[in-house]
């Protein structure tokens, strides 16, 4: 989404703010609430403690570069999103700024959700406004030094950072495209499971082949690793977290598994797997 003109008179801005009010009354709450469910959204913006308010915020991301603490996206007028419009949601979504037009850290991942069509954001948008406001503030993340200074993400984005919406590729099954989608997209798989460089930067040429987070290394999703395990015992640990081996899955990807993947509709699970398949082969992470 193309930022409006600076010099636009309070006049266009209110237009804007029509337009988007219109397409808030075409979402599909109901809907979107299965694109939050894929979109792992319960994992970063809700609490890790018995009875936290789903979506309130304060979850904590610790990162090489500090911690990272999810914010409030219900829509407390003052907590949450109360005062967004669908285009600050839109441009949050597909650009990676605040209303205030200040980048957001790539914390938040939308590196891939950049990807996601018009009509799922504005669904998962109507989601979002149907939620039980928090009056809980966002708490500040806790940075170090050299890595708070936002003005500083721009250039990041330069390096790093292709906004535009996921196309499909006609010669390749609708399934696949679809299995596509919900990996780079929604499901923002390789936020945790491609490789970065020393400055939070995705190894494109090795995407989806493994990672390290402070807790621990990071599964490769190639046919690499995948291939141990056949269609039905890969969809059987996607939905209840039980290997063919029975190993328990780490506590990320059980919280993965729990909110999301044992969520999707069979049809989405079997995409997202016949996708996994399909990839080149990529060698382990090197320790």
Known sequence: MILPARAALALGCALIAGLGSVAYAQGDPKRG????????CLGCHTEARQGALPYAGGRALRTPFGVFYGPNITPHA????????????????QEGRRPDGAHYFPAFPYTSFTKTNDADLRD?????????????????????????????VGLWKWLYFMPGHFRPEPQRPGALNRGAYLVQALGHCGECHTPRNFLGGPKKDRRLAGGRLPE???PNLTPTRLKRWNDEQ???????GVTPEGDPPAD??????????SQLTTQDLDALVAYLRSLPPLPEEPK
Do not use: C
């Open 252 to 261: 990320t990807m059980y919280e993965v598994i729990r909110n999301t993947t």
């Open 124 to 152: 998962l948008w109507a989601y979002l406004r149907s939620l039980k406001p928090s009056d809980r503030a966002s708490r500040p993340h806790e940075l170090k030094l050299l890595y708070r200074w936002r003005f500083l």
């Open 33 to 40: 609430e299965y694109l939050a469910k894929a979109g792992g």
């Open 78 to 93: 003052q907590a949450g999103l109360g005062k967004w419009g669908e285009a600050d949601f839109m441009r949050a979504m």
């Open 216 to 218: 621990g290394r990071v």
């Open 234 to 240: 890969l969809k059987e640990y996607l939905r209840s």
